[in-house]
């Protein structure tokens, strides 16, 4: 599975950027991970991130779910034929306008709110204990 994090973040740590390398580390044994950092597009995600994809927006509001139901979830969409899954966090203000169309469906990690960058580390982490569930690895017990 191919997996992409788009951001829309102001200020990097670098600190949580290792942390974020290690989690993509571990994950590259099942997935390829791309982390997206950027501007807000004015039309949306680009093309690459949208052919062939899963469209998944991080919401507050959006859909909880256990360690558990996660793994199952995307245990799910693999077998549904899905290759590339496509994490958006929002802005500070929210989705943007232009991408709030192209998401597919609305996950949260928590009604907290979280810095971009620590969504991002927390969503890296939530993807490694799915996979190893999946795999039924010892990281989730």
């Known amino acids: 599975m191919q997996i992409s ?13 290792s942390a974020e390398q290690e ?16 501007r807000a597009p004015r039309g949306g995600l680009p093309d690459r991130l949208l052919q062939g994809t899963y469209v998944v927006g ?4 959006g859909e909880s779910f256990t360690s558990e139901q996660l793994a199952q979830r995307i245990q799910r969409l693999m077998n549904q034929g899905h290759s590339h899954l ?10 943007p306008t ?5 998401i597919q469906e609305q996950w949260s990690l928590s ?3 979280f810095s971009h960058q620590l969504a991002r580390l ?5 993807l490694y204990r799915s996979f190893d569930i999946l795999s039924g690895g ?4």
């Open 5 to 17: 994090i788009v951001s829309y973040e102001k200020r990097r740590n670098s600190a949580l950027a």
């Open 23 to 38: 989690y993509i580390k571990r994950l590259s044994r099942q997935a390829r991970v791309a982390l997206c950092p950027g």
């Open 58 to 61: 991080l919401y507050v509001e």
């Open 86 to 95: 496509v994490l958006v966090l929002g802005e500070a203000e929210g989705m």
């Open 98 to 102: 232009g991408v709030e169309p192209q």
């Open 111 to 113: 009604p907290l709110t």
């Open 122 to 126: 927390l969503s890296l982490e939530a």
């Open 138 to 141: 010892r990281y989730h017990k």
